[in-house]
C-alpha cells in the first residue's frame, strides 16, 4: 500500500505540475525516388490540473491509512 500511495502522489504532482504534452508524429506525403516529403503533425494530449490533485489527494489517503493499520 505504501508503494501504491507514493506512486500516487509523485504521479499527482506531475500531472499537477505538467498540464499536457504532444506527440510528435511523422507522417511521408511524398514519395518520388530520392525524394521525399515527409510532414510532422503535433497531437496534443491535455488534463485538467483537478485531475492531479485528486491523485494527489489519494496518494495522502492511502499513505495515511496505511500508517494506521500498522
Do not use: C, H, Q
Amino acid at each position: 500500500m505504501k508503494t501504491l500511495g507514493i506512486a500516487l502522489l509523485v504521479l499527482g504532482l506531475v500531472m499537477t505540475v505538467f498540464t499536457g504534452f504532444n506527440i510528435v508524429t511523422k507522417k511521408k506525403v511524398v514519395d518520388l525516388g530520392p525524394v521525399e516529403i515527409n510532414k510532422e503533425e503535433k497531437t496534443p494530449v491535455y488534463w485538467s490540473p483537478i485531475t492531479g490533485g485528486i491523485l494527489l489527494a489519494a496518494g495522502v489517503v492511502i499513505l495515511v491509512a496505511g500508517k494506521r493499520r500498522i
